[in-house]
């Protein structure tokens, strides 16, 4: 059984720095295309980073460029986003997915499996 686990959110103040953690089971996600989505309350769920399949490139939003940055430690299975200088606008539920299609446009229909996500909420 596949299982996605976000952990990390918390409240945070504008500048801050965080680290969200998902962990995987019941698939390789080295194997999988993998990525971090976010949903504020009122918006459509948008893609934020994600690895295309097979360690390919890694897209980041332009909404995140320069502070998103995605990672993966295969040996335990676990996805990371790790933000830097969070913003207010960065406020939302955090969702980590895996997908074995390519994921080559980073959007939610790509990927097949989905945490329950993590909330993210920063104080200005």
């Known amino acids: 059984q596949v299982q996605l686990v976000e952990s990390g959110g918390g409240l945070v103040q504008s500048g801050d720095s965080l680290t969200l953690s998902c962990a995987a089971s019941?698939?390789?996600?080295?194997?999988?295309?993998i990525g971090w989505f976010r949903q504020a309350p009122g918006k459509e769920r948008e893609g934020v980073s994600c690895?295309?399949?097979?360690?390919?490139?890694?897209y980041y939003a332009d909404s995140g460029k320069g502070r998103f940055t995605i990672s993966k430690d295969n040996a335990k299975n676990t996805v990371y986003l790790h933000i830097n200088t969070l913003k207010p606008e960065d406020t939302a539920v955090y969702y980590c997915?895996?997908?074995?299609?390519?994921?080559?446009?980073?959007?939610?229909?790509?990927?097949?499996?989905w945490g329950q996500g993590t909330q993210v909420t920063v104080s200005s």
């Open positions: 997915a895996a997908g074995w299609r390519h994921g080559r446009l980073c959007l939610p229909y790509e990927y097949d499996y």
């Open positions: 019941g698939i390789t996600l080295d194997d999988h295309a």
């Open positions: 690895i295309r399949s097979g360690d390919g490139p890694i």
